[in-house]
């Protein structure tokens, strides 16, 4: 069954260090992968995608991923975090069949 | 503004009393989903519609209905609300035409229902 899995439910970092939040997923063929944010009492914000092509995604807000095929891997990458970056992460699949898979959320935490 | 709406933003409510909770966007996106969010679990996905008068199950539809009628409106229906069913709700849609947005889910603010 396709699944994907967050291994981290929280992270904490300092304010300018740099940021990777795990992804992995289960699905046969190559998915749709996405990386949403949520802030506290907020909806979900698209932060950036991969379909095919270059496996490193640049999204909004200087947010960065790369596709591995080999790991089934599709980890979150910020160089430098920001006060503003304190939310909540979640990783999703989307099989091509109109069914979104999302996986349990890593919440960031910044120290000042 | 592009948005997807939902009302009401908070809703406590009794065991067995019928409610809706409606969704509406204006992006003339042919599909749109309904997801709950529990602590640890992530967004789940309760229903989803394709497009107009066509809709399927996701992960977790028992004691859910839906409608799509319009395509600019997806209604979740809980007939006879429990307990278990407290938590936050999400309606989401996207396009299904292949372009840059393609299958990019815009959120709702999020509607917290308590089923006492």
């Known amino acids: 069954a396709q699944s994907v899995t967050q291994p981290d439910i929280h992270i904490t970092v300092s304010e300018g260090a740099s940021l990777e939040l795990r992804c992995n997923y289960s699905?046969?063929?190559?998915?749709?992968l996405f990386w949403y944010v949520q802030s506290p009492g907020q909806g979900l914000q698209l932060l950036l995608k991969?379909?095919?092509?270059?496996?490193l995604v640049q999204g909004i807000k200087g947010f960065e991923a790369e596709f591995k095929r080999s790991q089934s891997s599709f980890n979150l990458r910020k160089p430098s975090v920001h006060w503003s970056d304190a939310a909540e992460y979640f990783c999703?699949?989307?099989?091509?069949?109109?069914?979104?898979?999302f996986g349990a959320g890593t919440r960031l935490f910044v120290k000042a | 503004e592009a948005q997807v709406t939902q009302n009401p933003r908070y809703l406590i409510t009794v065991t067995g009393k019928k409610l809706t909770v409606t969704c509406s966007q204006n992006?003339?996106?042919?599909?749109m989903s309904w997801y709950r969010q529990d602590p640890g679990l992530g967004l789940r996905q309760i229903y989803y519609?394709?497009?107009?008068?066509?809709?399927d199950k996701g992960d977790v539809p028992e004691g859910y209905k839906v409608s799509r009628k319009e395509k600019r409106n997806f209604p979740l229906i809980l007939e006879s609300p429990s307990p278990n069913q407290t938590s936050l709700y999400f309606c989401?849609?996207?396009?299904?035409?292949?372009?840059?947005?393609?299958?990019?889910?815009?959120f709702g603010p999020g509607t917290r229902l308590t089923v006492l």
């Open positions: 991969y379909f095919s092509g270059d496996t």
């Open positions: 992006m003339n996106h042919e599909y």
């Open positions: 519609s394709m497009n107009v008068e066509v809709t």
């Open positions: 699905y046969g063929a190559t998915p749709y």
């Open positions: 989401a849609s996207s396009s299904q035409i292949r372009e840059s947005s393609y299958n990019e889910q815009f």
């Open positions: 999703a699949v989307d099989t091509g069949g109109f069914k979104t898979i």
